[in-house]
């Protein structure tokens, strides 16, 4: 299984590409999140994912998060591998969660690469690493950057082997990401999309699911009692 931005949405976290509440819609990618923003203009990039921490860390998780928690308890294998940064599914109850896109409320070096605690003594104001006073940024992945090499390979392997996958609140444009359920279609998987508009993956899916993941999901678990 998949998730993406619209999984949020239910909870008040805005997607990146809907056309009025979306953040692309407000604020220009290759200014905010990309490694070459970071190194021209680290204070704007840390304003902007400092304003979208205290988003997340004001949101809660909704229904359709805990729906997923209930299906995992009802299939003998289920993998959860989300493109979302805000932790709402571990939230929720979710266990075993693949995090394809990082998590925004992590900090991590970007000198040495990995998860680093915050300097007390900073001095250029913003963040610093307290092992080298190099400057901490978010453990996010950045356009133009690779994919965590172990969410990477526990995404390919899950989505080469499911017998279904559910593709849910995901525009389906982003890769490697969107490459997943192409790669479930290939394996002879059935595809299933919750989604409140089509995407380019919708022509290609077994069964589409029209509606808000907070309610479609908890409709989809109640069927299993039927
Ligand atoms: C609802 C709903 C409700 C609303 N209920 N539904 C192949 C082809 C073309 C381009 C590329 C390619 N391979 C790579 C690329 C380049 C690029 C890319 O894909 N660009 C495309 C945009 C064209 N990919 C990359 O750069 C990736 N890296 C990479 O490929 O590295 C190669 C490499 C290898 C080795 C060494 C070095 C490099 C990295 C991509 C990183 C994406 N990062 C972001 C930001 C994360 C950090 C942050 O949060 O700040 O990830 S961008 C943003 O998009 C975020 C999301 O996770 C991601 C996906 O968005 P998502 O989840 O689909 O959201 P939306 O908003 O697009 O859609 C929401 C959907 O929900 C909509 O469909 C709504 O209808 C729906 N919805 N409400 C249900 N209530």
């Known amino acids: 299984m998949l998730t993406g931005a619209g999984m949020s949405a239910d909870s008040g976290v805005p997607t990146f590409r809907d056309a009025q509440t979306g953040l692309w819609a407000r604020f220009r990618p290759e200014d905010l999140a990309t490694p070459d923003a970071f190194e021209r203009d680290p204070e704007r990039v840390w304003a902007w994912y400092e304003w979208r921490r205290e988003l997340v860390r004001n949101a809660e998780p909704h229904a359709g998060h805990r729906a997923l928690v209930e299906l995992a308890g009802r299939v003998s294998q289920f993998t959860l591998v989300t493109q979302n940064v805000d932790g709402l599914h571990q939230r929720a109850g979710s266990v075993g969660v693949v995090e394809y896109h990082g998590n925004i409320l992590r900090d991590r ?22 092992a080298c006073g190099a400057l901490l940024r978010p453990d996010v992945v950045w356009f133009g950057e690779a994919i965590p090499r ?19 609140g995901t525009a389906a444009l982003v890769y490697p990401a969107a490459g997943l359920a192409e790669r479930a279609l290939r394996s002879g998987a059935k595809v299933i999309e919750v989604n409140i508009e089509p995407t380019d993956l919708s022509p290609l899916a077994d069964v589409v699911l029209t509606g808000p ?4 999901l908890p409709g989809l678990v109640q069927l299993l009692d039927r």
Do not use: K, N, W, Y
């Open 150 to 168: 172990h969410a990477l390979q526990q995404a390919d392997a899950v989505a080469a082997d499911c017998d279904c996958f559910l593709s849910i």
């Open 109 to 130: 070096c970007a000198g040495e690469g990995i998860c680093r605690e915050r300097s007390p003594h900073s001095t250029s104001g913003l963040p610093e690493c307290s």
């Open 213 to 216: 993941a907070g309610v479609v």
